[in-house]
């Protein structure tokens, strides 16, 4: 809410507040997830809060606002706060709210138990929360192409176009690099627990096309010259 009233009334003091609350959520969520942890072990599961959709979405959130607030840092522009807030908003929302998704801890199942469990929900997670603020970057840039004047409207907050391309891109690379060590980990896991490396499971599948597609994308910008709006709406 922060993010948005500072952009929509054009007042960085505003955003900066949504930075400072953003920044206090994130110790807080990860206090929450250290307890969470701990508690496991008090209760004689012990292990990491990574196994369930709710601990999924929990972490999810969580990445999407680490990511985006270092990039915030890097960049100076609190402006792009919009969109990531609003995804990891959503998304806890849903682990809080849905009564499909149990927000109890559970134990393992034998499959589970292993530290490359671990490894790959962290490197996927981190990937996909990279791949969710480059998504925001892409919807500003689109919308900010589509303004030619700019002057006295919201979009003047936002950074000039080639910037917003630069920070898109790197967003992608990053994530796809995580992406991939997730599905190279998830690889080795599958093999510790139901001996292959790939089964074509649903969830391998759809990463694996993921990959393909950020792959296209990295492609089409370094071989082919790609850039900006054809980056954005990819």
């Known amino acids: 809410l922060l993010y948005l009233s500072g952009v929509i009334f054009r007042r960085r003091t505003i955003m900066l507040w949504g930075t400072v609350t953003g920044a206090a959520a994130l110790a807080v969520q990860m206090a929450g997830i ?10 004689g ?8 959709l709710y601990e999924s979405l929990v972490f999810a959130a969580w990445a999407i606002m680490l990511i ?14 919009v969109f990531p807030a609003l995804f990891a908003f959503l998304a806890m929302a849903y682990a809080s709210f849905s ?3 149990s927000s109890k801890i559970q134990p393992l199942l034998p499959a589970l138990k292993s530290n490359w469990l671990i490894a790959h929900v962290v490197t ?11 998504f925001s970057i892409s919807i500003l840039y689109i919308t900010r192409e589509s303004k030619r004047d700019i002057s006295g409207s919201a979009h003047s907050l936002l950074p000039d176009l080639r910037q917003l391309d630069e920070i898109n891109y790197q967003m992608v690379l990053f994530g796809f690099l995580w992406l991939s060590l ?9 093999d510790l627990a139901w001996g292959a490396y790939w089964s074509w ?13 950020y792959a296209a994308l990295l492609h089409a910008r370094t071989m082919k ?3 900006g709006n054809r980056v954005a709406w990819l």
């Open 34 to 43: 250290i307890l969470r942890w701990w508690e496991s072990y008090q209760i």
């Open 45 to 52: 599961y012990g292990h990491a809060p990574l196994s369930n």
């Open 68 to 81: 985006y607030l270092i990039m915030e840092h890097r960049t100076k522009q609190r402006a792009l706060g």
């Open 182 to 190: 997730g599905i190279i980990t998830g690889s080795f896991w599958a």
């Open 99 to 101: 009564t499909g998704v």
């Open 225 to 227: 010259g790609w850039r």
């Open 124 to 134: 996927c997670f981190i990937g996909y929360a990279a791949f969710a603020v480059s």
């Open 201 to 213: 499971d649903p969830k391998e599948t759809w990463s694996l096309i993921t990959w393909l597609i």
